[in-house]
């Protein structure tokens, strides 16, 4: 169907050096470090850009199942925290949170709830993050006001 784009660079070693991060062609830039990887240094890392592709991946397909079911969604938002830990001394992602919240008239939770699951584990991306050991979803209905 589609091919995406991305790219990085990267000057010096790896605990001094540092290096850029692009999206498409130049959608976002940013800088990315060791500390910003590692630590808590500002800047971006490839986690982060993962955490946001999960989360908009995972929207557009929970909004698609919705609005298949007869639900079509007022408004979605989705937060997604990706864990990068060291294991067997390599560092590895081990766990993906997604937290998600609807504003979408006429369902029930059990079904919102149903659908969630579904759009985890049938997104492009969530498919190709597979890997992680635990991904976890947390799904609520917004309260109307």
Known sequence: MTSRNGSAEWTGDLKTGSGTITVGNGVFHGP???????????????????????AGCFTMALASLLSK??????????????????????????????DTEGHV???????????????????????????????VITAKLAVAT
């Open 32 to 54: 990315y470090t060791y500390d910003s990887r590692f630590g808590e240094q500002g800047g971006t890392n490839p986690e982060q850009l993962i955490a946001a592709a999960q």
């Open 69 to 98: 079911a007869g639900h079509a969604p007022e408004s979605l938002r989705t937060n997604a925290r990706v864990e990068l830990r060291i294991v067997e001394g390599v560092p590895s992602l081990t766990r993906l949170d997604l």
């Open 105 to 135: 008239p006429g369902i029930r939770e059990e079904q919102f709830q149903t659908l969630a699951e579904q759009a985890k584990t049938t997104c492009p991306v969530a498919r190709a993050l597979s890997g992680i050991p635990e991904i």
